[in-house]
């Protein structure tokens, strides 16, 4: 207790001891205790104010005339709070809410796993494009669509227990592209644009540039280590992002021979070829390994892989001849030839009927992309959807008792930016996280390392003040209106939009956001007063016409749980997350062990 004292009680008894030896009130001391309410300005904590005196008048209680020594006790400063102070606290959903992520974020940091190599299995998704803002406005969505506000939604992939930040430019660009980007990710080296699988040294589109600059990527080192490999996405499988996985080409635009100059074709090999070819290019690479190729390939881009003839068309074929190789050669017949028990599918019934115990699997069930997820109803001969591609890829790889690799791309989270469309990004980004969830849901994670991550972002924006839970593909409302807000121009905006792009198009209920190009830049704003911009054919305004939208140049998120998952945190170069991924299955040492034999 802190005491401070007025007048000591000594000098009183002093200044009594004076009077008369016949003052019969000399020896009649009264005191009185008043409590001090906290947050006084004597004591900010309370405490007690003793007042004592000598009662002269003899009426048994203490006069203000009387009082001749005062006394404060001042509480200590309080160290909790009790039960009714923390009522409005407790009782409070923001609050609760609060304390139960605090406690889960402690259960997860006691269960680290500190040491390496301890992920038998480890999955990278990469939303295509997935940047902060796409993420952000998918929560809302995916809320929204489930008949909430939205805004406090989280996807699968948000609740994971470690997550931070990725750099996302190329060796010579501020603002990257997803070969650059992808290969970081895959093989723990940054390099240029437009470039696959090779080091910065290489001169795009000069194939002998490329020689002695080769990288290892994490797929083929699991796959030199023994382990089992996919590769999934809802883009060709030839396009960057998953042609980094496999491939290495000087250009990521070599996607089959017929889009390689001559000089080209002639020493180096298209990416399509590559892909059949992995397993006999990288046991060529490394003298003595023995490997059994990518068990799991699934994605679109059945154009790269069929001769230009229209005798080789598949069933859904949109062209009218739908091969694109001037080699003649048919990849698919060659595939099937390397692999006699494999499964070769390309479209929904064939993928049904893929036992789970499949050795191989080459899924090809498009052209060219595979649908927009909004879309995917209208695909002739029916797509899977990427979930349903990472179930079936895990329990077709989770045969190898030593564990697989697998890469799940979702590819067109970035084509409907690129064509300014935000209802199928966000519903893609919305699917992505459902096959978050399914891995999850189907690996255990005391030995899967999951990362979900983007390769760039766009130049999406959530802007304007609108009020909680209007339509985030809505015009703006404010905070107490019911009205759209208006812009200086006496027109109604919408939340999101973006920096630049084709701009504006009402295209109604369109699920294809493609059809969005078959239209001029929009230049200028447009009265969206009678438009309903939640329907999927709606594409957005846009500051800065451009016969397409962009990437951006900012961080994107990661997120990781399972083991290593710990190291995901901070800001990181994009090539960090290849030795995240190494640390925690220990991909180089196993495979440095099986050279070495």
Same mark, same amino acid.
């Given at each position: 207790?802190?005491?401070?004292?007025?007048?000591?009680?000594?000098?009183?008894?002093?200044?009594?001891?004076?009077?008369?030896? =016949?003052?019969? !009130?000399?020896?009649? +001391?009264?005191?009185?205790?008043?409590?001090?309410? &906290?947050?006084?300005?004597?004591?900010?904590?309370?405490? $007690?104010?003793?007042?004592?005196?000598?009662?002269?008048?003899?009426?048994?209680? *203490?006069?203000?005339?009387?009082?001749?020594?005062?006394?404060?006790?001042?509480?200590?400063?309080?160290?909790?709070?009790?039960?009714?102070? *923390?009522?409005?606290?407790?009782?409070?959903?923001?609050?609760?809410?609060?304390?139960?992520?605090?406690?889960?974020?402690?259960?997860?940091?006691?269960?680290?796993?500190?040491?390496?190599?301890?992920?038998?299995?480890?999955?990278?998704?990469?939303?295509?494009?997935?940047?902060?803002?796409?993420?952000?406005?998918?929560?809302?969505?995916?809320?929204?669509?489930?008949?909430?506000?939205?805004?406090?939604?989280?996807?699968?992939?948000?609740?994971? #227990?470690?997550?931070?930040?990725?750099?996302?430019?190329?060796?010579?660009?501020?603002?990257?592209?997803?070969?650059?980007?992808?290969?970081?990710?895959?093989?723990?080296?940054?390099? =240029?644009?437009?470039?696959?699988?090779?080091?910065?040294?290489?001169?795009?589109?000069?194939?002998?540039?490329?020689?002695?600059?080769?990288?290892?990527?994490?797929?083929?080192?699991?796959?030199?280590?023994?382990?089992?490999?996919?590769?999934?996405?809802?883009?060709?499988?030839?396009?960057?992002?998953?042609?980094?996985?496999?491939?290495?080409?000087?250009?990521?635009?070599?996607?089959?021979?017929?889009?390689?100059?001559?000089?080209?074709?002639?020493?180096?090999?298209?990416?399509?070829?590559?892909?059949?070819?992995?397993?006999?290019?990288?046991?060529?690479?490394?003298?003595?390994?023995? &490997?059994?190729?990518?068990?799991?390939?699934?994605?679109?881009?059945?154009?790269?892989?069929?001769?230009?003839?229209?005798?080789?068309?598949?069933?859904?074929? &949109?062209?009218?001849?739908?091969?694109?190789?001037?080699?003649?050669?048919?990849?698919?017949?060659?595939?099937?030839?390397?692999?006699?028990?494999?499964?070769?599918?390309?479209?929904?019934?064939?993928?049904?009927?893929?036992?789970?115990?499949?050795?191989?699997?080459?899924?090809?069930?498009?052209?060219?992309?595979?649908?927009?997820?909004? =879309?995917?109803?209208?695909?002739?001969?029916?797509?899977?959807?990427?979930?349903?591609?990472?179930?079936?890829?895990?329990?077709?790889? =989770? !045969?190898?008792?030593?564990?697989?690799?697998?890469? &799940?791309?979702?590819?067109?989270?970035?084509?409907?930016?690129?064509?300014?469309?935000?209802?199928?990004?966000?519903?893609?980004?919305?699917?992505?996280?459902?096959?978050?969830?399914?891995?999850?849901?189907?690996? !255990?994670?005391?030995?899967?390392?999951? $990362?979900?991550?983007?390769?760039?972002?766009?130049?999406?924006?959530?802007?304007?003040?609108?009020?909680?839970?209007? #339509? +985030?593909?809505?015009?703006?409302?404010?905070?107490?209106?019911?009205? #759209?807000?208006?812009?200086?121009?006496?027109?109604?905006?919408?939340? $999101?939009?973006?920096?630049?792009?084709?701009?504006?198009?009402?295209?109604?209920?369109?699920?294809?956001?493609?059809?969005?190009? !078959?239209?001029?830049?929009?230049?200028?704003?447009?009265?969206?007063?009678?438009?309903?911009?939640?329907?999927?054919?709606?594409?957005?305004?846009?500051?800065?016409?451009?016969?397409?939208?962009?990437?951006?140049?900012?961080?994107?998120?990661?997120?990781?749980?399972?083991?290593?998952?710990?190291?995901?945190?901070?800001?990181?170069?994009?090539?960090?997350?290849?030795?995240?991924?190494?640390?925690?299955?220990?991909?180089?040492?196993?495979?440095?062990?099986?050279?070495?034999?």
């Amino acid at each position: 207790m802190n005491k401070l004292t007025v007048l000591s009680l000594a000098v009183m008894v002093a200044l009594t001891g004076c009077s008369s030896d =016949d003052d019969k !009130n000399s020896n009649n +001391i009264l005191a009185v205790d008043n409590q001090i309410a &906290v947050g006084s300005a004597q004591c900010v904590n309370g405490g $007690v104010e003793t007042q004592s005196g000598v009662d002269t008048n003899t009426n048994g209680q *203490l006069e203000s005339s009387e009082v001749t020594h005062t006394n404060l006790v001042c509480n200590d400063p309080a160290t909790s709070l009790t039960s009714e102070q *923390l009522a409005s606290l407790s009782n409070n959903a923001w609050f609760s809410d609060a304390q139960t992520k605090l406690a889960s974020a402690q259960d997860a940091a006691s269960k680290v796993v500190t040491e390496s190599g301890k992920a038998k299995n480890v999955i990278l998704f990469v939303g295509d494009g997935m940047g902060i803002s796409t993420i952000t406005a998918a929560r809302i969505l995916a809320g929204q669509l489930q008949g909430e506000m939205g805004e406090d939604n989280q996807l699968s992939f948000e609740t994971m #227990p470690y997550s931070g930040f990725v750099k996302t430019y190329n060796v010579d660009a501020q603002t990257p592209d997803s070969a650059g980007t992808m290969t970081a990710m895959a093989s723990g080296v940054k390099t =240029d644009v437009g470039v696959i699988g090779i080091d910065e040294a290489v001169k795009r589109g000069n194939c002998a540039s490329g020689k002695g600059h080769e990288l290892v990527t994490s797929l083929e080192l699991a796959e030199i280590a023994g382990k089992s490999t996919g590769i999934v996405s809802t883009a060709r499988i030839t396009h960057a992002t998953p042609a980094a996985t496999y491939a290495k080409s000087a250009d990521r635009n070599w996607e089959d021979i017929s889009d390689m100059p001559a000089s080209e074709s002639a020493n180096c090999e298209d990416i399509a070829s590559q892909l059949v070819n992995f397993e006999k290019n990288l046991e060529a690479r490394f003298s003595g390994v023995d &490997v059994d190729g990518i068990e799991v390939v699934m994605g679109g881009g059945r154009r790269h892989f069929l001769p230009k003839d229209a005798a080789f068309n598949s069933a859904d074929a &949109v062209s009218a001849v739908e091969g694109d190789r001037t080699d003649a050669r048919n990849l698919v017949t060659e595939w099937q030839t390397t692999y006699p028990t494999g499964t070769y599918v390309m479209d929904q019934t064939g993928f049904d009927a893929i036992s789970d115990d499949a050795t191989k699997v080459f899924g090809l069930f498009n052209e060219s992309h595979m649908q927009y997820e909004a =879309d995917r109803g209208n695909d002739i001969a029916g797509e899977p959807s990427l979930s349903q591609m990472t179930e079936k890829a895990i329990n077709v790889l =989770d !045969n190898n008792d030593k564990g697989f690799f697998l890469t &799940v791309e979702s590819g067109r989270i970035d084509h409907a930016h690129h064509a300014g469309n935000a209802y199928n990004a966000l519903n893609d980004t919305i699917e992505l996280a459902n096959a978050v969830k399914v891995a999850m849901e189907n690996t !255990n994670p005391e030995e899967t390392l999951i $990362v979900v991550t983007a390769d760039h972002s766009h130049v999406f924006t959530i802007a304007g003040y609108p009020k909680r839970g209007n #339509p +985030i593909l809505g015009k703006v409302v404010g905070v107490g209106q019911t009205e #759209p807000s208006l812009a200086a121009d006496d027109m109604p905006y919408t939340t $999101v939009g973006y920096t630049n792009g084709g701009g504006f198009r009402d295209l109604g209920n369109e699920t294809d956001a493609d059809e969005g190009y !078959n239209f001029a830049p929009v230049t200028g704003r447009v009265d969206l007063s009678n438009v309903d911009t939640t329907t999927p054919g709606f594409h957005q305004e846009a500051l800065v016409p451009l016969s397409s939208e962009t990437h951006a140049g900012e961080d994107v998120g990661v997120y990781a749980t399972g083991p290593g998952a710990h190291l995901v945190t901070g800001t990181n170069e994009q090539s960090f997350l290849f030795h995240v991924m190494d640390f925690a299955a220990d991909f180089v040492k196993a495979a440095d062990e099986k050279v070495a034999q």
